[in-house]
């Protein structure tokens, strides 16, 4: 049999032992809700990337209409929104029309903000 001491070692063990599993239980549930938290945020970032690019191919056909159309309440617009169209000439050896270029700060490419 085990004696006294024995007893309240081996029981204060197994309380510590049970303390752990609890802790460890814890903090693996914390873990999945902050597993879950930066996935949908990742998929957030995803969506934002593909809008920015649904965004650039927008204004860039919205300036390419404007200057083709020669329509100057699309440019105001455009201009509204602090983007401004500028034509570039294409270059005389290709024969190619003028290319309209936006201007914006947010990184479009051609693209600015006033």
């Known amino acids: 049999m085990l004696k006294n001491v024995q007893f309240w070692v081996l ?3 197994g309380a510590v032992c049970l303390a752990a599993v609890a802790v460890n239980i814890v903090l693996a549930s914390n873990n999945q809700g902050l597993r879950l938290r930066v996935n949908e945020r990742a ?7 593909t809008a920015a690019l ?17 329509d100057p309440r699309l440019q105001a617009a455009l201009a509204r929104q602090g983007l401004k169209v ?10 190619a029309q003028r290319a309209p270029a936006l201007q914006s700060g947010v990184g ?6 006033e």
Do not use: C, E, F, K
């Open 11 to 13: 029981s204060a063990l």
């Open 86 to 95: 500028t034509v570039q000439p294409a270059s005389v050896q290709s024969g």
């Open 54 to 70: 649904v965004y650039r191919q927008m204004v860039q056909a919205l300036a390419q209409l404007s200057v083709r159309n020669h």
């Open 43 to 49: 998929q957030l970032i995803g969506r934002s990337a």
């Open 108 to 113: 479009l490419a051609g693209v600015h903000h």
